[in-house]
């Protein structure tokens, strides 16, 4: 009996071990979680100088308006021996001859209406050789998903912090998109402006973005 009883009671305590074992694991979160789009490319092939591989979301769009195949691609760097993959670009591989870069990737179409709470934007972001190229983070509402209605949208641009200094990861912040939360129809796109000609070529890198729902 007394063997019975000291099973009971050590099998008690091992539920309320494992109970208190997720308590902490729920604990550890933070204040959001991911749960509209998120890429961070580490499964993406890659590409290395001028040797390019397009970023491909699916669903996402990823278009030069300079009438090129250069556009945002995947690239990898290895610290330390452990390798990241982001997206990437620069005029500097463009034409000199040729029209100004006008590079946009677009996610997914997001529906913020259908989501409970509000919802925010995060990504990392790295400069190399900034001149003045320019990238701007944008939203619309109104934008129909194909590559011949960009400019026809409305774009709002996003208030977002980007690197100050060369070679160094900058988080964006937590940007927020409660003004949006009543849309249904919401894109957000990372725009790249520059020109080979011009000297402007700054190389942009984008990593680990997410749209997620705020807790």
């Known amino acids: 009996m007394k063997n019975y009883f000291k099973i009971i009671l050590i099998t008690g305590l091992s539920l309320v071990s494992l109970s208190c074992t997720k308590d902490d694991d729920f604990a550890v979160f933070t204040d959001y979680i991911p749960v509209v789009v998120g890429e961070n490319y580490e499964n993406s092939d890659t590409g290395s100088g001028s040797n390019e591989v ?5 669903g996402w769009l990823n278009v030069n308006f300079a009438g090129t195949n250069r556009v945002w691609n995947v690239k990898s760097f290895t610290t330390s021996g452990v390798s990241n993959n982001f997206a990437e670009f620069s005029s500097f591989y463009s034409s000199a001859t040729g029209p100004d870069d006008e590079v946009w990737m677009i996610t997914s179409k997001m529906n913020f209406a ?3 709470i509000t919802e925010s934007l995060s990504f990392d972001c790295q400069t190399r050789f900034a001149n003045s190229a320019v990238l701007k983070i944008l939203i619309s509402t109104n934008f129909n998903g194909l590559e011949s209605g960009i400019h026809s949208a409305t774009w709002e641009e ?12 900058t988080s964006s912040g ?3 998109l409660a003004n949006f939360q009543a849309s ?6 990372f725009k790249y402006t520059g020109s080979k000609a011009n000297g402007a070529t700054t190389t942009f890198r984008l990593d680990n973005i997410r749209v997620f729902e705020n807790k």
Do not use: C, G, R, S
């Open 54 to 58: 397009a970023a491909a979301t699916t």
């Open 114 to 116: 259908e989501t409970p």
């Open 158 to 169: 996003l208030a977002v912090t980007l690197p100050t200094e060369n070679d160094v990861w």
């Open 174 to 176: 937590i940007v927020d």
């Open 184 to 189: 249904e129809n919401v894109y957000i796109a």
